[in-house]
């Protein structure tokens, strides 16, 4: 059957359809990217200028907009990790039902569109009346409205990363024996805390940075939400440089797909497996 193949060309085939299929791709991303660059340095004269580059610093509010959109991205990966890594290791270790429970309310935020979504927090937020103003539930309501750290923001995004960061842990999972696992440790005197955090989790490795990487994403390029509720994190501040500065915008964004260029590889470095040294004879 090989010679078969071979004879018919077909061993040729997969290498030239992969050839094209990379040459496809990486022009659709390139081609873009390069016309980004070139426009931000063009001075219009046929020259080249990087003052959309240099100006960024000094830009008025890029520094807090990017400080609080890593501020935000940072509180809500621990936050959805928390929340979701001990969920899933219950629902893996309990019945088929549970996880099937699980998947559903993970899955939800996927069918609200985000207006929609921003619209019932605003509906939330707006919510009760004058006589509980003087109780903690109306004060807890004015505290994560802070523009300093918007905490609702946090809520947000953690409920809009739901979809992407359950199916990057379930596939962690399901390559995992999750009860064997727990059941060995606790059978050498481990207890529950313990046998997760020291024997599961780091099988896990690769799932919570994959998990980590796509909340991080939505978080940086997330404008919706944030513009309706009237904050201003790093997309939005780049949406309104962009109505009086079109080079500086093109900038920032292209420096954004940058920083989350140097993230990825970062946590790709993080989650590589380490090689044990070789025994010396």
Request: charged share 10%; net charge positive; hydrophobic share 55%.
């Amino acid at each position: 059957m090989a010679q078969l193949t071979q004879r018919l060309g077909g061993g040729r085939r997969p290498r030239l359809w992969r050839g094209a299929v990379l040459l496809v791709a990486g022009l659709y991303f390139l081609v873009p990217m390069a016309a980004s660059v070139w426009f931000s340095v063009d001075n219009r004269s046929g020259g080249v200028q990087f003052d959309a580059y240099t100006g960024l610093l000094s830009a008025p509010g890029f520094t807090d907009a990017l400080v609080l959109t890593l501020e935000l991205a940072a509180v809500t990966v621990v936050v959805l990790l928390a929340l979701l890594v001990p969920a899933l290791i219950a629902a893996r270790l309990g019945t088929a039902r549970m996880r099937s429970v699980l998947e559903v309310v993970c899955t939800l935020p996927l069918v609200v569109p985000p207006v929609a979504f921003t619209a019932g927090v605003i509906g939330v937020l707006r919510w009760g009346p004058d006589h509980l103003m003087d109780t903690p539930f109306f004060q807890t309501i004015v505290f994560i409205q802070q523009p300093e750290f918007p905490l609702v923001l946090v809520i947000a995004y953690v409920l809009m990363s739901l979809p992407l960061a359950y199916r990057a842990l379930d596939s962690g999972l399901r390559a995992v024996d999750v009860r064997t696992l727990v059941e060995a440790a606790r059978s050498c005197g481990a207890s529950w805390p313990r046998a997760v955090v020291t024997v599961v989790l780091p099988n896990l490795r690769g799932a919570l940075l994959n998990a980590a990487f796509l909340t991080l994403a939505l978080v940086l390029g997330e404008f919706t939400a944030a513009s309706i509720l009237g904050y201003q994190p790093f997309a939005v501040w780049v949406y309104s440089v962009g109505n009086s500065q079109g080079q500086m915008s093109v900038a920032v964004s292209v420096l954004s797909l940058l920083i989350t260029w140097v993230l990825l590889l970062l946590l790709a470095a993080a989650g590589r497996e380490r090689r044990p040294a070789p025994a010396q004879s």
